[in-house]
């Protein structure tokens, strides 16, 4: 009886604590909330869309969330509206396929105002579990404190899978087959460089480098059937730009191409993609499997500093995965021209399209303010850009979920000098909406006291479980475990 006694005495001291909206000025717009999240498409199980009003003038945020049955949802707070987590996760599973309507008001130094309502559609098409990112500090010469963490997309639990703290070095190239958290492969560089493979809790730690390739695997994509790793060796550099509005430029002064066989523990090349007159980079396995995609230029020039004139073009090649060879041919699939350079490319798991970055030059957009997201019908050839998740700063690297209807994707729209992660929905027929930035429970603080870049989005459809402390002691160890090299 105590307890019941106590817990009714917080509910009425919680209810208390929320002012009545009065005497409001209705107002014929919506209002401006941040994050902005007016009439954006959310998936079930997504966290609470908590906002604040973009202005810091308003002294109380009130939100009123309502569906066609009546049932409605309250949230107020100075700083965001915090939403009930069970609450919302069960307005929201009621209302799949329909929408909700938000009311919005605030107090203002001349009294509260509200504002014309806008709508949360929510999407019959599910979200996977999780996303997993590195976060990195905006440090160009050092390395500070960085990591891999995943995210539970129905909460605001951020946990680490892997972060830098007891080991030298920089952790990053994290991939995963279609969001299978059982098998991940990670990159580490430094001195205590060595690419870390988790295979359904066994941990292996592999020097990729040999006498027959150009360095270490990087950029890791995997193939369908999960025997086999596609990656690119980079000899990577970094300059800066003392006028342009591109502070820092990435780039490569040799790269190649070569697909890691799992089961026999060798390197599968080919000359045709190990070419020093070219630059060959992010492979990516098409959905069936049968073609590898990557982007290419032509090289520069030994001493060459032109970076503006390295512009990559999107190319495929066969790949036979009984054999584990690459066919003959080398296709041009899109030809970005002289003006206009290709990065990132990110088939659907569905088979049905290609997502890429294209800015002016280079082959590292997400330092490019001009950088944006373009879409390629694969059964027509059509390419457009994504007007819907295009904005007037950077949008880079990018990935599909599992079921091919939800993208996640990296921009600086919020600042112009942070990454954050953007969710956006495609339809069958590849129609994006609006997007929305990952929840957190108190946004505004959150995004405002983060120095941090998110990096890298890829979603999983588990938690991710990997022994920190096996993984530490391989990545201290000496021992890496060598890789045999073939030609096909």
């Known amino acids: 009886m105590k307890k019941i006694f106590i817990n009714c005495y917080l509910l009425l001291c919680l209810a208390s604590c929320s002012e009545q909206v009065s005497n409001a000025r209705q107002e014929a717009t919506t209002p401006e909330i941040y994050p902005d999240y007016v009439d954006v498409t959310i998936p079930v199980g997504i966290a609470p869309l908590n906002f604040g009003m973009k202005s810091d003038e308003a002294q109380l945020v009130d939100a009123v969330i309502t569906d066609a049955k009546g049932h409605t949802l309250h949230g107020q707070g100075r700083e965001t509206t915090d939403f009930d987590i069970d609450d919302w996760h069960k307005l929201v599973s009621q209302n799949v396929g329909d929408s909700l ?54 909460t605001f639990e951020q946990r680490p899978v892997l972060e830098n703290t007891q080991f030298q070095g920089c952790v990053n190239c994290h991939g995963f087959n279609r969001g299978d958290p059982s098998r991940m492969s990670l990159h580490i560089r430094g001195p205590h460089g060595a690419t870390l493979f988790l295979d359904e809790g066994k941990l292996t730690a592999y020097n990729t480098k040999t006498d027959s390739t150009l360095g270490f695997c990087v950029y890791p994509y995997w193939h369908p059937s999960g025997k086999y790793i596609a990656y690119s060796t980079n000899t990577t550099r970094q300059v800066f730009h003392i006028r342009d509005a591109n502070r820092i430029e990435v780039f490569d002064a040799a790269s190649d191409i070569q697909v890691y066989d799992i089961e026999h523990n060798q390197l599968i090349i080919t ?166 930035m990952l929840p957190q429970q108190n946004p505004r603080r959150f995004y405002r006291e983060l120095f941090m870049s998110f990096n890298v989005p890829d979603f999983i459809r588990g938690a991710v479980q990997m022994d920190n402390v096996k993984a530490v002691e391989l990545i201290n160890a000496d021992y890496r475990e060598p890789m045999g090299v073939v030609e096909r």
């Not at 009311?103 to 105002?113: F, I, N, P, T």
């Not at 990110?346 to 950088?371: C, K, M, T």
């Not at 929905?425 to 609006?434: F, L, M, Q, Y």
């Open 101 to 154: 309507s938000v009311v919005v008001s605030a107090k203002l130094a001349d009294g509260w105002h509200t504002y014309r309502p806008f709508h949360l559609y929510v999407s019959s098409d599910s979200i996977d579990y999780g996303l997993c990112y590195r976060l990195i500090e905006p440090g160009y010469e050092v390395w500070s404190k960085m990591g891999i963490y995943q995210r539970d997309l129905s």
């Open 271 to 436: 000359p045709s993609l190990k070419t020093d007159s070219l630059y060959e980079t992010f492979p990516v396995f098409s959905a069936d499997g049968k073609w590898l995609y990557f982007c290419a230029a032509r090289a520069l020039p030994e001493g060459s500093m032109s970076l503006d004139s390295l512009h990559y073009n999107l190319y495929r090649v066969a790949f036979d995965a009984e054999r584990g060879s690459y066919g003959d041919d080398i296709e041009c699939v899109i030809d970005a021209g002289d003006s206009l350079t290709i990065c990132f490319p990110r088939p659907s798991y569905d088979g049905r399209y290609l997502v890429y970055s294209l800015a002016n030059y280079g082959q590292f957009s997400i330092w490019h303010h001009e950088a944006d997201l373009w879409m390629l019908d694969l059964a027509t050839g059509e390419r457009r850009p994504m007007t819907k998740v295009n904005s007037s700063d950077t949008e880079s690297f990018h990935n599909w979920s599992s079921n091919s209807r939800w993208m996640v994707f990296s921009s600086r729209r919020d600042d112009g000098l942070f990454t954050r992660p953007y969710f956006t929905h495609i339809d069958a027929d590849g129609n994006e909406t609006k997007p929305f």
